[in-house]
């Protein structure tokens, strides 16, 4: 491993990252491998990846166990240099639980009324007045600029309630995907056992027989890693990030 790690280092561009899997048994050391190759400094972040989903019908749902059942593993996220690198958000549908319907007909259809308003002084720069369409005014803190907030209303984005005077909200529409900032815990992006059975349809081989890699990664996992720390490049390969730095990706 060390070899290993000390080459995916080398590799790196100044905004590179890595990622690197691993399970309970090897984490604690491994931690402690990479601070000394990459430098504490440069540890980004530990996420959790759970490889067994819920309410899944096979993978070791059933498998018995005396203690607890595994259902995640660790991957250790180190950058070349700290600073330089940068997560990306990636597109995601909301998932509100309740029932939300198009409260103004819009031809976009049903959304939820999210908040804008934030804490804070008049001495902000997102402090501004906004005039509702019925004449009220609300003058306070936004999370958005005034020229955002402009460019939103006049794409009917902005939500003044039933009798137009209420306090503005923005429009998050339930069937129109929205920005996310990654999360340390990566959930319903395939499972270790899906992995292992698409290895096995890929390359042709009957799923009876042992598979082809002990620790394969879904797609869908593989997918989000490079969502969140690549920026697509037309130009360059999977390899490159915006402003051509690179990313690493080892699976172990």
């Known amino acids: 491993m060390l070899p290993r790690l000390k080459l995916a280092r080398d590799l790196l561009k100044d905004d590179g990252v890595i990622f690197i899997s691993i399970d309970d048994n090897e984490q604690a050391n491994l931690k402690l491998l990479c601070d000394e190759i990459f430098g504490e400094e440069?540890?980004?972040?530990?996420?959790?990846?759970?490889?067994?989903?819920?309410?899944?019908?096979?993978?070791?749902?059933?498998?018995?166990?005396?203690?607890?059942?595994?259902?995640?593993?660790?991957?250790?996220?180190?950058?070349?240099?700290?600073?330089?690198?940068?997560?990306?958000?990636?597109?995601?549908?909301?998932?509100?639980?309740?029932?939300?319907?198009?409260?103004?007909?819009?031809?976009?259809?049903?959304?939820?009324?999210?908040?804008?308003?934030?804490?804070?002084?008049?001495k902000s720069a997102k402090y501004y007045e906004v005039t509702t369409p019925s004449g009220k005014k609300y003058a306070r803190?936004?999370?958005?600029?005034?020229?955002?907030?402009?460019?939103?209303?006049?794409?009917?984005?902005?939500?003044?309630?039933?009798?137009?005077?209420?306090?503005?909200?923005?429009?998050i529409f339930l069937n129109e995907e929205r920005p996310v900032t990654p999360k340390t815990i990566f959930e319903n992006l395939g499972s270790a056992y899906e992995a292992s059975e698409n290895l096995k349809k890929m390359f042709q081989i009957p799923i009876d027989n042992e598979p082809i890699f002990d620790s394969p990664k879904p797609v869908e996992l593989i997918k989000r890693i490079l969502e969140v720390s690549t920026s697509p490049n037309p130009a360059n390969n999977a390899l490159d990030s915006?402003?051509?730095g690179g990313i690493t990706s080892l699976i172990a």
Not at 88 to 108: A, H, S, V
Not at 109 to 120: D, E, Q, V
Request: charged letters at 30%; hydrophobic letters at 30%.
């Open 42 to 122: 440069n540890f980004v972040a530990c996420l959790m990846w759970r490889k067994i989903e819920e309410n899944a019908s096979s993978g070791g749902t059933m498998k018995q166990t005396k203690t607890f059942r595994k259902d995640h593993e660790y991957i250790l996220c180190y950058a070349k240099t700290q600073g330089e690198f940068l997560t990306k958000k990636y597109m995601e549908l909301p998932n509100f639980e309740g029932n939300y319907k198009n409260l103004d007909n819009d031809p976009r259809g049903a959304f939820k009324a999210g908040s804008i308003s934030m804490k804070g002084n008049k």
């Open 141 to 171: 803190v936004w999370r958005i600029t005034k020229d955002e907030f402009d460019e939103l209303d006049q794409d009917n984005r902005i939500y003044y309630g039933k009798k137009q005077d209420s306090v503005p909200q923005i429009k």
């Open 242 to 244: 915006a402003g051509g």
